[in-house]
């Protein structure tokens, strides 16, 4: 029983290598081809806080209404 399973593992284990190696081989590392922006990030950063935040100010301005109070 045991060896059934232990080919089993082993073909399995060279298929993960396989694609770990090859999802490897795309990576390149250095500098940038496009800079990008101080704008562009400041606008993205802009973006991201209010896209987090936006939900929470949403929720505590209406929380009289989600606690079962008057609505106003």
């Not at 059934?4 to 590392?29: D, E, H």
């Not at 301005?61 to 989600?66: E, G, Q």
């Amino acid at each position: 029983m045991s060896a059934p399973l232990r080919g089993a593992f082993c073909r399995s284990l060279q298929a993960i290598n396989k694609t770990i190696t090859q999802q490897r081989a795309t990576v390149v590392s250095g500098p940038p081809k496009y800079k990008v922006s101080m704008g562009e990030k400041a606008g993205l950063g802009i973006v991201m806080v209010i896209a987090v935040c936006a939900p929470a100010a949403y929720i505590l301005a209406n929380l009289d209404s989600y606690r079962g109070g008057r609505p106003e």
